[in-house]
C-alpha cells in the first residue's frame, strides 16, 4: 500500500482467489486456497500499491452479503467503500485511522453494519502491504442487544426496569436543560399487595401484578415511560409536562384505575395504590433528587391514608429529616436506657382496691425532655424497633412487679411485630424466670391488629401463654370490626372497653346502653371488664351501675414513674 493512502480508493483492480504458492529449490509449487477457504473469516492480502492480491472464498460471500456492487473478487475500492459507509465515519477519519495504524506498526479494527449484516474488519500492516481479516459478528451483535434490552427490562412485565428508568430519565432532564421541557416523575406503591402474597401464593401476585402493568400501560402517553423498580413499586416518568394540573390528572387516574377489582384466576382481588408526585425542575432538576422527593410525597401519601396521591412539598423533606433523626435516638436511646416505664393502676370495683397496673413506655430523651409514646412507638413499630424495645418492657415490668404486693398484677402491651417475631414466648418464660414473678400476675394486652395478622399462628402463641398461667386481655375492645368473633375464638380474661366509649357516657343517649352491653357480654363469658379513660366521679357511678368489673383512668391516677408507685401504693387503702 502506497503511502498516499487517498490512492486506495483510486485503484480498483478486480483479482480473483489467487493461490499462494511456495517454492524453494526448484520444488513443487503448493497451492493453499483449498486450506485458506475452510476458514470461515475472509482473509484479504493487500500490496504496498493497494491492489488485493489475494482474497478467499469467505471473505467473497461476506462482501457480497454486504450487497455491495458485485465483483468477481473483493476489491480495496469495495474495502474502502464499506469502511466508510458501514461504519457511518467520514472518509477522513477512515484514513487518519489507518496511517495512525501504519506508522505504528498495529492493527486497527472497524464494525461495519449493513442489510441486517455486521462485519468485524480488521486491517494489520505487515511490512509494507496490509492484511485485513473479516468476520460476521451479527450473531454476536444480535445477542448482545437482546443482553442490552434484558439488562434493562423487568422479566415479569415486560416494562422497564431501573436502569432503562435512570436513562430515559436523564434524556428528559438533558431535555429540560436544553429547551425547558419540563417532567414529572409519579412513584407508585400498591396498597394491599402482601396479603394477596400472603395468603394466595405467589403466582397469584405475580398474575396481579401483570395486570396492575396492563393498567398502567392503558392510562398513559406513548412518550411517557412506566418502570418497575420493586417488588410492589412502579414509576412513571412523564414527559412534556405543561403545568401540574395534567399530572394531577394522571395521579387521579392511576389511583382509581389501580384501586378497581381484578379477576385474578378464579380469584376477586382489590388492591390500592398511592402515589407520590414530584416535579421537574420545581422539585429538582437531577434523577437522585426528584426520585428522593418523590419517595416522601408517597410517605405522606401513606400517613394520610393510603388510596391517595400526594404533591412533594419542601416541607415533606424537613419532616423526613427529623424523623431520621428521631429513629437514630431511639436507637441510641435504647442503648442507654433512657426508656422509662409509668404505671397507671387499676381499681376493682367490688372491693374498692387496686388490684394491678398497666406499664406504660415513656422515653425521657436528653435534649428533648418526655416523648410520649404517640410521638414514638409508630415510627419504632415502622423500622421493627418496637420488638427489643417490648422486650425490655416485659423485662422491666416483671422486675418492678416483684416490688409490689403479691395479689397486685401487671399489663404490659404486645404488639403485633412482637407476635410476629416468634420470640414473644420465650421472652417472657424469660423475663419471669430472671425476676422470680409468678406468670399468673402478668398479664398481656393485644389489639385486634394482632389477630389480624396470621390468625392460626397468633392464637397458637395465646394458647402456649394460657399455658404458662399468663393471662390476656383485648385492649380497646368495640373500636374493631371483629372483635366478637374474636370473643369467641380465644378465651380471653379480660376486655378493655375503649375509652371512647366512656368518653360518650355523659354525651351520646347510646353510651350507656354500649357499656352495659360489653359488661354484661363479658360477665356472662366468665370475663373481666374494664372501663378505660375513666376521669370524672359521674362516670365512676355509672360504669357501676352498668356492670363493669374494673376501672382505669385519671380520677383513680394518671401513670406514675416505678420509684413512686410504692408510697402511692401504701397511701391509697380505698377508694368510694
Known amino acids: 500500500m502506497s503511502a498516499d493512502l487517498h490512492s486506495l480508493g483510486a485503484l480498483r483492480r478486480e483479482t480473483a482467489l489467487h493461490a499462494i504458492r511456495s517454492d524453494r529449490g526448484g520444488a513443487p509449487s503448493i497451492s493453499w486456497g ?51 459507509a458501514g461504519t ?47 468476520e460476521d459478528v451479527s450473531r454476536r451483535k444480535a445477542s448482545e442487544a437482546r443482553a442490552d434490552e434484558m439488562a434493562r427490562q423487568d422479566p415479569l412485565t415486560g416494562l422497564p426496569n431501573r436502569l432503562l428508568l435512570r436513562e430515559r430519565l436523564s434524556h428528559a432532564l438533558a431535555r429540560l436543560e436544553r429547551n425547558g421541557e419540563a417532567c414529572a416523575l409519579l412513584l407508585v406503591d400498591l396498597d394491599r399487595f402482601k396479603p394477596v402474597n400472603d395468603t394466595l401464593g405467589h403466582p397469584i401476585g405475580d398474575a396481579l401484578l401483570k395486570k396492575v402493568a396492563d393498567r398502567l400501560r392503558s392510562t398513559v402517553r406513548p412518550t411517557d415511560t412506566i418502570a418497575r423498580i420493586g417488588g410492589d413499586e412502579f414509576v412513571i416518568l412523564q414527559a412534556g409536562v405543561r403545568d401540574a394540573a395534567s399530572t394531577q390528572a394522571l395521579a387521579r387516574r ?48 401513606k400517613l394520610d391514608g393510603r388510596g391517595t396521591y400526594r404533591f412533594f412539598e419542601p416541607e415533606m423533606d424537613a419532616r423526613m429529616q427529623a424523623r431520621r433523626k428521631l429513629e437514630l435516638d431511639m436507637r441510641q436511646g435504647l442503648a442507654r436506657r433512657e426508656f422509662q416505664l409509668h404505671y397507671q393502676p387499676q381499681l376493682q370495683l367490688e372491693s374498692d382496691r387496686l388490684i394491678g397496673c398497666e406499664a406504660l413506655i415513656r422515653w425521657c430523651h436528653p435534649e428533648r425532655g418526655m416523648i410520649s409514646p404517640l410521638d414514638f412507638i409508630p415510627l419504632a413499630e ?23 404486693p403479691d395479689h397486685m398484677s401487671v399489663a404490659v402491651n404486645v404488639s403485633p411485630a412482637q407476635f410476629k417475631s416468634d420470640r414473644l414466648v420465650e421472652t417472657i418464660i424469660s423475663a419471669l424466670a430472671s425476676s422470680g414473678l409468678s406468670a399468673q400476675r402478668l398479664e398481656v394486652e393485644i389489639t385486634e391488629g394482632v389477630l389480624l395478622r396470621e390468625n392460626e399462628k397468633t392464637l397458637q402463641t395465646l394458647h402456649r401463654l394460657r399455658e404458662l398461667g399468663v393471662r390476656v386481655s383485648m385492649d380497646d375492645f368495640g373500636t374493631g370490626y371483629s372483635s366478637l368473633s374474636y370473643l369467641r375464638s380465644f378465651p380471653f380474661d379480660k376486655i378493655k372497653i375503649d375509652r371512647s366509649f366512656i368518653k360518650d357516657l355523659t354525651s351520646k343517649p347510646d353510651g350507656e346502653a354500649i357499656i352495659r352491653a360489653i359488661a354484661g357480654l363479658g360477665k356472662s363469658l366468665g370475663m373481666t371488664t374494664v372501663a378505660e379513660g375513666v376521669e370524672t366521679s359521674e362516670q365512676m357511678q355509672r360504669i357501676r351501675l352498668e356492670g363493669c368489673t374494673d376501672v382505669q383512668g385519671y380520677l383513680i391516677s394518671k401513670p406514675i414513674p416505678a420509684d413512686d408507685l410504692l408510697s402511692f401504693l401504701a397511701d391509697q387503702k380505698s377508694i368510694v
Open 34 to 84: 483449498r486450506y485458506l477457504n475452510v476458514i470461515r473469516h475472509g482473509l484479504l492480502m493487500i500490496d504496498a500499491a493497494g491492489r488485493v492480491i489475494a482474497s478467499t472464498a469467505p471473505a467473497l460471500r461476506l462482501f457480497t452479503e454486504l450487497k455491495l456492487e458485485p465483483t468477481t473478487a473483493p476489491s480495496t475500492r469495495q474495502l474502502l467503500h464499506a469502511l466508510c
Open 88 to 134: 457511518g465515519q467520514p472518509r477522513s477519519e477512515v484514513f487518519q485511522s489507518l496511517r495512525q495504524a501504519r506508522d505504528l506498526r498495529v492493527a486497527v479494527s472497524f464494525e461495519v453494519a449493513g442489510h441486517g449484516q455486521t462485519l468485524h474488519i480488521e486491517l494489520q500492516p505487515v511490512g509494507d502491504d496490509w492484511v485485513a481479516t473479516v
Open 254 to 301: 392511576l389511583v382509581d384505575l389501580i384501586g378497581r377489582t381484578y379477576m385474578v384466576e378464579g380469584h376477586l382481588l382489590t388492591i390500592g395504590a398511592s402515589v407520590g408526585v414530584a416535579l421537574a425542575p420545581e422539585d429538582g432538576a437531577d434523577a437522585d433528587k426528584l426520585l428522593k422527593n418523590a419517595d416522601l410525597a408517597l410517605y405522606r401519601a
Open 382 to 404: 415502622e423500622i421493627g424497633l418496637i420488638v427489643p424495645i417490648g422486650e425490655w418492657v416485659i423485662r422491666q415490668a416483671c422486675r418492678d412487679a416483684m416490688t409490689w
